[in-house]
């Protein structure tokens, strides 16, 4: 099956500068990458996702770029805020109905 | 807010015991998906249900099944429990096709403990 491995485990950037996730999938036939922000005692939240049509896509203050000859997947979020603090995960999904995640990145913006 | 809510929000058993859990989905979604995530780890799937069958089941034992109702809420049920059953267990709908499943709204998660 799928391996997604995700990098940093943690992180810690000062407000206002900005952090880079990354993660890295084995199976060719994934398409669908999505990113999810959880915070304490909650479930994941979908803050943006990509398709391997697509090399980049870009909301606001976050964005995601895709390398599939590389198989690999970052997650750009610039301007950080203390509110950005959480656990984010990266997934990988091919066309079917299981999501492959990543181990997580502990993010902490220091103000 | 997603709108898929689980009960209860905490719980603990004893080895050996059993265990229900449940989700009710956002409006107008089709299919729950179940993933347990334990501390410190990224979700892994358990199984999902489209349209009250299952369809698709990860590397888990028989002894984790589940049911989807015509009102498309779902149950998690686990049997002879153990230790490293202790997780917290994740409900995501989603308005899905058999073969592809669409984007995934979570609920905050039902957190059980296992002694």
């Known amino acids: 099956g799928e391996n997604v491995e995700q990098h940093p485990s943690t992180l810690s950037v000062q407000e206002g500068d900005s952090a880079v996730i990354k993660c890295t999938y084995s199976?060719?036939?994934?398409?669908?990458f999505p990113w999810y922000k959880q915070e304490l005692g909650k479930g994941p939240q979908l803050i943006i996702d990509?398709?391997?049509?697509?090399g980049e896509k870009k909301d606001q203050r976050i964005a995601v770029t895709l390398n599939k000859t590389a198989k690999h997947f970052s997650l750009h979020i610039t301007e950080t805020q203390p509110e950005d603090s959480a656990v984010y995960f990266c997934?990988?999904?091919?066309?079917?109905?299981?999501?492959?995640f990543g181990t997580g990145t502990s993010l902490t913006v220091i103000p | 807010e997603t709108g898929v809510t689980q009960s209860p929000t905490h719980l603990i058993k004893t080895r050996g015991q059993q265990v229900t859990l449940r989700c009710s989905s956002q409006s107008g979604h089709n299919t729950v998906s179940w993933y347990q995530q334990a501390l410190g780890q990224g979700p892994q799937f358990i199984f999902q249900?489209?349209?009250?069958?299952?369809?698709g089941r990860g590397n888990f034992p028989p002894r984790f099944s589940g049911l989807q109702f015509p009102n498309y809420s779902s149950e998690l049920n686990v049997n002879a429990l153990e230790l490293d059953d202790s997780a917290l267990y994740l409900c995501?709908?989603?308005?899905?096709?058999?073969?592809?499943?669409?984007?995934?709204?979570f609920g905050e998660g039902s957190r059980l403990t296992v002694l």
């Open positions: 199976d060719s036939a994934s398409n669908y």
């Open positions: 995501a709908s989603s308005l899905s096709t058999r073969f592809n499943t669409g984007e995934l709204f």
């Open positions: 997934a990988a999904s091919m066309a079917g109905n299981q999501f492959y």
């Open positions: 990509i398709r391997s049509n697509v």
């Open positions: 249900y489209y349209r009250e069958e299952e369809n």
